[in-house]
C-alpha cells in the first residue's frame, strides 16, 4: 500500500505540483482509512460491538462535513500562487500602476449625412405637371440655374393677374399720383405687388416675373424651378408629364463641402461632448477629422441610442451621403490617475470589482473603486501607486482561486 501511495503522488507532482498532490494524497488517506474502517465495521458487526458501529458513522459525517466546505467563489483576500511557467502558459502579465495621463478614444458607429442646413429641396408650390427636365442626378448646379420646367393652372392664372396689375400700374405711375388720385394710385400699387408675391411664392424667378410684367413671355402657365444654392444633385425621382402634387420633393440639392456625420452612442454612456469636441472619423480605412456640432437631449425609440452630429470638412468630395463611418471622440485626462485594462477588473463572490494584487503571498483579490471608463482602460482608485497589478490574464487567476489549484495542462 504504501509504495502505491508513493507512485500515486508522484503522479501527482508532475500534473500540478505540491498542493495538488497533497489534495489527491489526501483522499487516498481517506479511501485507506474508509476500507480499515470497513474491515473494523465487519469485525465489530461479527463481535455484535455496537460502539464501534457508532465511530464508524462518526468518520463519515466528518467526510460530509469537509465537503460541504468546498465553493467554487473567492473572497477578497484569497491568494493563489503561480510559477513563472504557470504564468507564461496563461498569458498572465503583472504591471506596476503609476499615476498617468491618458489620452483616450470612444468609439460609435455613425452615418454620413447631407448638411441639412445647407441643403435644398426644390419642389412645386401648387399641383403641376412636368414639361422639361434640366438637371439630372450628380449634376453639380450653380444658383439659378434650371432645374425643371413645369405647367400649372393656377399659375397661369396668377401670371394673366400680375400682366393686367403690372399694365395699370405701369399706366399710374406715368399719369402721376395727382392725376389719379391716392385711391387709384395705392390701389395699383397693392394689386402689383399682391400678385407678384403670389409668382414669388409658386417660386417663379425675378426675371420670369420681370418678362410677365413686360408682357414678353407668352407662355402663361409654364414656369421654371431654379436651384436656390450651389450644391450637387443627390436626388431627381420624377419623370417628364408627370403631375406632381404641391410639397413633393422633385429635386434635393446639397453643399457636400461639409458633411454631417450622426454617431450613435449608448443611452448610458456618460460623456461630455460640447460643441467643437475632437473626435475623427474612418471610412474604407481613410481618416478624417470631425468636430462635435450638436448633441441630441432624446434617446430613439427605435434604436434605443442618443445622437451626436459632428461636422467633417469634404473639400475633396470623397465622402458621400450614406457611407457608414466608424466614429472615435479623442479625450484626455486633466492630471494623472490610476487606471487599468477592462479585462484586469473582476468581481468577487460579493459583487465587489477587485484586481488582483501581486504579493509575497500570491495574487490576491483586491476590492477597487471604478471611476471613468477611459476607453480600452477603466480608472480605479482604492489602490496604492506602484502596487504590481495583474493586467492581462485576471479571469484565469480569477478562475484558479475558485477551483482552489492550478493545472496548465488541464489534467
Same mark, same amino acid.
Given at each position: 500500500?504504501?509504495?502505491?501511495?508513493?507512485?500515486?503522488?508522484?503522479?501527482?507532482?508532475?500534473?500540478?505540483?505540491?498542493?495538488?498532490?497533497?489534495?489527491?494524497?489526501?483522499?487516498?488517506?481517506?479511501?485507506?482509512?474508509?476500507?480499515?474502517?470497513?474491515?473494523?465495521?465487519?469485525?465489530?458487526?461479527?463481535?455484535?460491538?455496537?460502539?464501534?458501529?457508532?465511530?464508524?458513522?462518526?468518520?463519515?459525517?466528518?467526510?460530509?462535513?469537509?465537503?460541504?466546505?468546498?465553493?467554487?467563489?473567492?473572497?477578497?483576500?484569497?491568494?493563489?500562487?503561480?510559477?513563472?511557467?504557470?504564468?507564461?502558459?496563461?498569458?498572465?502579465?503583472?504591471?506596476?500602476?503609476?499615476?498617468?495621463?491618458?489620452?483616450?478614444?470612444?468609439?460609435?458607429?455613425?452615418?454620413?449625412?447631407?448638411?441639412?442646413?445647407?441643403?435644398?429641396? %426644390?419642389?412645386?408650390?401648387?399641383?403641376?405637371?412636368?414639361?422639361?427636365?434640366?438637371?439630372?442626378?450628380?449634376?453639380?448646379?450653380?444658383?439659378?440655374?434650371?432645374?425643371?420646367?413645369?405647367?400649372?393652372?393656377?399659375?397661369?392664372?396668377?401670371?394673366?393677374?400680375?400682366?393686367?396689375?403690372?399694365?395699370?400700374?405701369?399706366?399710374?405711375?406715368?399719369?402721376?399720383?395727382? %392725376?389719379?388720385?391716392?385711391?387709384?394710385?395705392?390701389?395699383?400699387?397693392?394689386?402689383?405687388?399682391?400678385?407678384?408675391?403670389?409668382?414669388?411664392?409658386?417660386?417663379?424667378?425675378?426675371?420670369?416675373?420681370?418678362?410677365?410684367?413686360?408682357?414678353?413671355?407668352?407662355?402663361?402657365?409654364?414656369?421654371?424651378?431654379?436651384?436656390?444654392?450651389?450644391?450637387?444633385?443627390?436626388?431627381?425621382?420624377?419623370?417628364?408629364?408627370?403631375?406632381?402634387?404641391?410639397?413633393?420633393?422633385?429635386?434635393?440639392?446639397?453643399?457636400?463641402?461639409?458633411?454631417?456625420?450622426? %454617431?450613435?452612442?449608448?443611452?448610458?454612456?456618460?460623456?461630455?461632448?460640447?460643441?467643437?469636441?475632437?473626435?475623427?472619423?474612418?471610412?474604407?480605412?481613410?481618416?478624417?477629422?470631425?468636430?462635435?456640432?450638436?448633441?441630441?437631449?432624446?434617446?430613439?425609440?427605435?434604436?434605443?441610442?442618443?445622437?451626436?452630429?459632428?461636422?467633417?470638412?469634404?473639400?475633396?468630395?470623397?465622402?458621400?451621403?450614406?457611407?457608414?463611418?466608424?466614429?472615435?471622440?479623442?479625450?484626455?485626462?486633466?492630471?494623472?490617475?490610476?487606471?487599468?485594462?477592462?479585462?484586469?477588473?473582476?468581481?468577487?463572490?460579493?459583487?465587489?470589482?477587485?484586481?488582483?494584487?501581486?504579493?509575497?503571498?500570491?495574487?490576491?483579490?483586491?476590492?477597487?473603486?471604478?471611476?471613468r471608463s477611459l476607453g480600452s482602460l477603466q480608472e480605479i482608485s482604492g489602490i496604492e501607486p506602484g502596487t504590481p497589478v495583474v493586467t492581462r490574464g485576471a479571469f484565469f487567476v480569477a478562475s484558479q482561486i475558485a477551483?482552489?489549484?492550478?493545472?496548465?495542462?488541464?489534467?
Amino acid at each position: 500500500m504504501k509504495t502505491l501511495i508513493a507512485t500515486l503522488m508522484t503522479l501527482a507532482l508532475l500534473a500540478g505540483g505540491p498542493a495538488y498532490a497533497g489534495a489527491h494524497l489526501g483522499h487516498i488517506h481517506d479511501d485507506h482509512a474508509d476500507h480499515e474502517d470497513r474491515d473494523d465495521e465487519h469485525e465489530d458487526h461479527d463481535g455484535h460491538d455496537d460502539h464501534g458501529d457508532h465511530d464508524g458513522h462518526d468518520g463519515h459525517d466528518g467526510d460530509k462535513d469537509d465537503h460541504a466546505g468546498h465553493s467554487d467563489e473567492y473572497e477578497e483576500g484569497n491568494a493563489v500562487s503561480l510559477s513563472a511557467e504557470q504564468r507564461r502558459l496563461a498569458g498572465i502579465e503583472v504591471s506596476r500602476l503609476m499615476p498617468e495621463y491618458v489620452d483616450y478614444e470612444v468609439y460609435a458607429p455613425g452615418e454620413i449625412k447631407a448638411n441639412g442646413y445647407r441643403s435644398y429641396i %426644390a419642389s412645386p408650390r401648387t399641383d403641376s405637371i412636368v414639361l422639361t427636365r434640366h438637371a439630372q442626378l450628380g449634376d453639380h448646379v450653380e444658383p439659378g440655374q434650371p432645374l425643371v420646367t413645369l405647367f400649372s393652372e393656377t399659375v397661369a392664372e396668377a401670371q394673366a393677374a400680375h400682366l393686367v396689375a403690372a399694365a395699370e400700374w405701369q399706366r399710374v405711375r406715368r399719369l402721376g399720383r395727382q %392725376a389719379v388720385g391716392d385711391k387709384r394710385y395705392l390701389e395699383a400699387r397693392a394689386n402689383f405687388e399682391n400678385t407678384e408675391g403670389r409668382l414669388v411664392a409658386f417660386g417663379l424667378s425675378e426675371s420670369a416675373i420681370a418678362e410677365i410684367a413686360a408682357n414678353t413671355n407668352s407662355d402663361l402657365g409654364a414656369y421654371t424651378l431654379t436651384a436656390a444654392i450651389e450644391g450637387v444633385v443627390l436626388s431627381d425621382d420624377f419623370q417628364q408629364g408627370q403631375r406632381v402634387e404641391a410639397g413633393n420633393a422633385l429635386f434635393e440639392l446639397a453643399d457636400e463641402s461639409e458633411l454631417w456625420v450622426e %454617431a450613435r452612442l449608448s443611452p448610458g454612456e456618460t460623456l461630455r461632448l460640447e460643441a467643437g469636441t475632437e473626435a475623427f472619423i474612418v471610412v474604407k480605412n481613410n481618416r478624417y477629422p470631425a468636430a462635435v456640432a450638436q448633441e441630441a437631449h432624446t434617446i430613439d425609440p427605435v434604436t434605443r441610442t442618443r445622437v451626436v452630429r459632428l461636422i467633417v470638412a469634404n473639400e475633396s468630395h470623397q465622402l458621400h451621403s450614406g457611407m457608414f463611418a466608424d466614429v472615435f471622440f479623442s479625450f484626455a485626462t486633466s492630471s494623472p490617475v490610476l487606471s487599468v485594462p477592462q479585462e484586469a477588473l473582476m468581481r468577487d463572490s460579493h459583487g465587489d470589482w477587485t484586481v488582483f494584487k501581486e504579493t509575497d503571498e500570491g495574487l490576491v483579490p483586491t476590492e477597487v473603486e471604478l471611476g471613468r471608463s477611459l476607453g480600452s482602460l477603466q480608472e480605479i482608485s482604492g489602490i496604492e501607486p506602484g502596487t504590481p497589478v495583474v493586467t492581462r490574464g485576471a479571469f484565469f487567476v480569477a478562475s484558479q482561486i475558485a477551483k482552489g489549484g492550478f493545472d496548465p495542462h488541464d489534467h
